[in-house]
């Protein structure tokens, strides 16, 4: 069975910093790319960054410079560091992982900015 278990989200103030992980298990998680998506109400779900199974890592042009996205094969973890954080920021974050038969989503974790 396949789970992502996000954690770290909350409450920060416009300019501060969060650290929102995810932890993997039932996949081979070394083999899978990661991603973090995030989504507000009334709003599409949209992919703020990955990091592939060989480390290269991709983001969406609004949190590039401010976001670092990491992995550690070991603990079977993703995180995604976020800097410089904006009220725009606050949604709710989405781990994912598509493997090659299915694709898997985390519960979210809520990440409030505020001004």
């Known amino acids: 069975q396949v789970r992502l278990v996000e954690s770290g989200g909350g409450l920060v103030q416009a300019g501060g910093s969060l650290r929102v992980s995810c932890a993997a298990s039932g996949i081979i998680f070394s083999a899978n790319a990661m991603d973090w998506y995030r989504q507000v109400p009334g709003k599409q779900r949209e992919l703020v960054a990955r990091i592939s199974s060989g480390g290269i890592l991709t983001y969406a042009d609004y949190v590039k410079g401010r976001f670092t996205i990491s992995r550690d094969n070991v603990k079977n973890t993703v995180h995604l560091q976020m800097n410089s954080l904006k009220p725009e920021d606050t949604a709710e974050y989405y781990c994912?992982?598509?493997?090659?038969?299915?694709?898997?989503w985390g519960q979210g974790t809520q990440v409030t900015v505020s001004s």
């Open positions: 994912h992982v598509r493997t090659l038969r299915y694709e898997y």
